[in-house]
């Protein structure tokens, strides 16, 4: 026996006497309900969710474990007559698993449009040689097969002491008269998603680290109805029907089977969100305050999103799980953050976003070619549309094809292909393609493309492509790209780009890029490239801001280059004709670049051809602009501007580098001649300037935190000019006709 198997001993009940138990499970997720039945998304992740589960925690070895997805009548039936004979061959106490995820009517499961009547799935249940057999239906109407067996709806909470480990027990996520609902936001049915987090310890109320039945089934009736009360098809309630007896209680999973685990610290009060590296959401969990839950999931890398009713804050984690070891989670681990505002529609209370996806519709009716003559008019009853055609609107329940009209297209489902119309195209989720010269909606998720002369509008993720020339917006994130003339609003992530004349706006993390003519803003942080002529705006980025106009970020890594560029942290580059920042980890290149913790000196100086002179030096702590000015009173003045690299020396001495372009003008009145002709130069601005290349070699000390002495050489070259010069070289003196005049010279003085 396998120690998986021997493990079994102690969670086949509460008794510690039991006899070792050998659990088998028989899975069946059925996305295909045949002819007439909108096919389905998660039916085969609930089926393998449920499989981790029990393999993981729930005591069932691999080979113990069967898997069908999408089967026919005929597989199922031989999958029964397969577990059959393994468990006659087994001299272990058995018990046995059956679970199915799928479509289903008030006759039985509908397996690739065949029915799988409850009849010959009690048959088949009964048959098998188990001491226990438990089934759990995750379908519409499955509360039928129970009913008929004197099945009833029961309370929250149910208290049996008859509940024991022998004989049956049936579990339906709904009643015979309700329909069984899936949702994109949790990736899967409601039910499945909380019966599987229950069993994963969420139930666990009594805190021994196992989840009986009774705890599984009260976890996941409570939290499926709380979840579907306001759905567009109402409340669903499980049902359950026990014929179990004996003594103790039925243990599902027992978490010290788990290879890692997460424990919930007491402190913690809100709703937690777990989901796996791929992004899945394992498991969704009230924790109340002074209660820790632990909760079995394996060892990997999950991120926790935690939030608290009535709070506008939500908090994040990312979490890794060791294999033999329980992580605890406390509020230390939580980074808050302001929640995006949002407004649930018809809903001034709840915000969490309206749950319309359902995992059987009630009407499956199937219409081949429909024309209508304005909206509804006249109507099909219910159904899915293949091709609609309206001669002025059209509307259609689910549309799975095309629809064609002038006017106005609404689809009040699910829309899996393409809509055309001049005015209007709505849905409520769209897998396909929308198109029209106004406006596009979805009400729900865009999966596909809308295209429009006008405006796009999804109320869910778009994951595909916006293209308008008004305006692109979505109320969640995108993950694809926004085109458009006009504007680009997302108000979650941006996973691709957004494209632009006028302006980008993503609310939340930027990985992509954005580009437009006028104004980019990403609300959070920045994996990619923003690039505008008129202004970036970031919270934080990693990768480049390129601008004609202004860069704005919090925190930088990577480069800012446009005319202003400011941010508090840069690590990289900023090139730009003014540069302000807190702190630069690398270069800084603009005319002028401001740093609060770099370097902003005062210089007073006298030179070779200037007695009185003052730069200021501001920049980084290596790389720093110049700006400058100086006179020979009676004689002349001088402007400029340059660059330079500051070289440290210990604590006191340091060296200086720099070029400087500097503009001489004469400061009285001046005669020259100029082709044998004498001309008499008035003031500074009768001519042009003396332009002078200057190259200095600077060294330095110390004398004070805020002073220090210095002294220089440097090297000057007057640029040629058509006009006058003015002679300011003290020691080479040249022809005024002189092209190319130079010397060499001293400076110093002290520094502020």
């Known amino acids: ?21 050998r659990r088998y499970a028989l899975l069946v997720g059925a996305n295909d309900g045949g002819p007439g039945r ?76 065949s029915h799988y009547s409850y009849s010959r799935l009690r048959e088949a249940l009964d048959a098998l040689p188990a001491d226990v057999r438990v089934a759990i239906l995750d379908s519409c109407a499955s509360g039928a097969m129970i009913r008929s067996k004197g099945g009833q709806r029961i309370a929250p909470f149910l208290v049996d002491e008859s509940n024991n480990v022998g004989g049956f027990a049936y579990i339906t996520s709904s009643a015979a008269d309700e329909v069984s609902q899936e949702a994109d936001r949790i990736g899967g049915s409601y039910f499945t998603h909380y019966l599987s987090t229950g069993m994963r310890g969420a139930a666990d109320l009594s805190g021994d680290g196992r989840v009986t039945l009774d705890e599984a089934y009260a976890f996941a009736y409570e939290e499926t109805l709380a979840r579907t009360e306001r759905t567009q098809h109402g409340p669903q309630h499980a049902n359950r029907a026990n014929h179990l007896s004996g003594e103790g209680n039925l243990v599902l999973t027992d978490l010290h089977l788990t290879s890692a685990s997460l424990v919930l610290d007491e402190v913690l009060d809100g709703r937690a969100l ?129 629809a064609l009209a002038p006017g106005m297209i609404e689809v009040e489902g699910s829309s899996d292909g393409l809509s055309m119309a001049m005015g209007v195209v709505t849905s409520a989720d769209l897998d396909g393609a929308q198109l029209s010269m106004g406006v596009n909606v979805a009400r729900g998720e865009a999966r596909g493309a809308q295209l429009t002369m006008g405006a796009n509008v999804a109320e869910g993720e778009v994951r595909g492509l916006q293209g308008s020339m008004g305006a692109n917006v979505t109320a969640a994130g995108v993950h694809g790209a926004q085109l458009t003339m006009g504007a680009n609003v997302a108000s979650g992530e941006v996973t691709g780009a957004q494209v632009s004349m006028g302006y980008n706006h993503a609310g939340g993390d930027l990985e992509g890029v954005q580009a437009t003519v006028g104004a980019n803003v990403a609300e959070h942080r920045v994996e990619g490239v923003q690039a505008a002529v008129g202004a970036n ?47 630069v980890d690398g270069v800084a290149l603009g005319l002028l670049t401001f740093e609060k913790e770099g370097r902003h000196d005062l210089l007073l100086y006298t030179s070779e051809t200037d007695p009185a002179n003052v730069d200021l030096k501001l920049g980084g702590d290596y790389l720093y602009t110049v700006i400058g000015g100086g006179a020979k009173p009676g004689d002349h003045g001088w402007l400029g501007v340059g660059y330079g690299a500051h070289a440290p020396f210990g604590d006191v001495l340091w060296m200086d580098l720099d070029a400087l372009w500097q503009a001489y003008m004469p400061l009285t009145t001046v005669t020259e001649t100029v082709y044998g002709q004498q001309i008499q130069f008035l003031g500074p601005f009768d001519q042009p300037p ?21 002294g220089g050489v440097s090297m000057s070259v007057r640029i040629p000019f058509d006009y006058p010069l003015l002679d300011i070289a003290p020691a080479i003196y040249g022809d005024v006709g002189e092209e190319i005049l130079g010397w060499p010279g001293f400076f110093a003085g002290v520094q502020f």
């Open 537 to 583: 705006v970031a919270d934080e980025v990693d990768g480049g801001q390129i601008s004609v106009g202004i860069n704005v970020a919090r925190d930088v890594k990577g480069a800012q280059i446009g005319f202003l560029n400011v941010g508090r942290r840069v690590k990289g580059t900023q090139i730009g004709l003014i540069n302000v920042a807190d702190d």
């Open 1 to 21: 026996m396998t120690p998986s198997l021997a493990m079994l001993a102690l969670i086949a009940t509460d008794a510690g006497a039991a006899e070792a138990a």
């Open 690 to 710: 003396t332009q002078v290349a200057r190259f200095r070699a600077t060294l330095g000390a110390q004398l004070t935190k805020n002073l220090a002495a210095f």
């Open 274 to 402: 777990i989901r796996d590296d791929d992004g899945d959401l394992i498991a969704e969990v009230v924790k109340p305050g002074g209660r820790a839950i632990e909760l079995g999931l394996g060892v990997g890398h999950y991120q926790i999103t935690f939030t608290v009713p009535d709070s506008d804050r939500y908090a994040v984690a990312e979490i890794v799980l060791i294999a033999g070891a329980s992580t605890l989670l406390d509020g230390r681990d939580l980074t808050w953050f302001d929640a995006e505002e949002a407004v649930a529609r018809g809903d001034t209370l709840a915000k969490a976003p309206p749950q319309v996806a359902l995992i059987d519709p009630v009407t499956a009716g199937r219409n081949n070619l429909r024309f209508e003559l304005i909206n509804g008019v006249p109507g099909a009853e219910g159904g899915v549309d293949t091709l609609l055609f309206g001669l002025v609107g059209a509307r259609a329940a689910e549309l799975d094809g095309m």
């Open 38 to 113: 909108v096919t389905l998304q998660y039916a085969h992740r609930d089926a393998e969710s449920m499989s981790e589960v029990l393999t993981q925690l729930g005591g069932v070895d691999l080979g113990d474990r069967t898997l069908l997805l999408d089967p026919t009548p005929q597989t199922l039936d031989a999958a029964m007559d397969g577990l059959q004979a393994q468990i006659e061959v087994s001299d272990s106490r058995a018990e046995v698993i059956f679970y199915y995820s799928g479509h289903s009517d008030e006759e039985g499961l509908l397996l690739s449009g």
